[in-house]
């Protein structure tokens, strides 16, 4: 079983907290992950080179590389094109790209790190979600944590995997006893 499975079935249990479109563009981000390391060809993408790199600096600054890898090690901003793409309207999609050219205005690329973090803060501060759309930076975190928390990266750097979390011990249970899951007697 892979990750994407394994998220699939987690959700099921959950109760669906995962949208069906979520799903469906998880099970094709692992397809295109396959045939190709980028995710998207350019031509699928809503954003062209500058803001898929953008895109990539933001998600790395919430996610940085320290230790444990970062957002960009987890392939988080592949990841965020398709759900970019697949998974939101075209409301959220135009205010999504409308940050990044925000962003783009500004020379993102070209500042320091600690102003890129400045002007980060900012655009959190002003962010206010409509009726209708998250707002550019609701998006990007949420997208960044999903992204990251689903990857084997970032699910090996933050979860200490117990296979076994105690000893398994074989009862006897005597006749007309009630059982200790559904309380019938055996």
Known sequence: MNRREAVARVAWLMGGTLSTPTLMAMSQWGQTADKQSSGLSKADSLLDDSQREIVARVSDIIIPRTDTPGAIDAGVPAFMDVMLRDCYKKP????????????????????????????????????TPSATSPSFWQIVKEVTLLGYFTSEAGIKASFDYQPIPGRFEVIKIKPGQKDFMYGNQV
């Open 92 to 127: 959220a999609q135009d205010a999504f790209v409308a940050g990044v050219r925000n962003l783009e205005s500004k020379n993102f690329l070209a500042l320091k790190p600690d102003q890129q973090t400045e002007i980060l803060k900012q655009v959190e501060a002003s962010a």
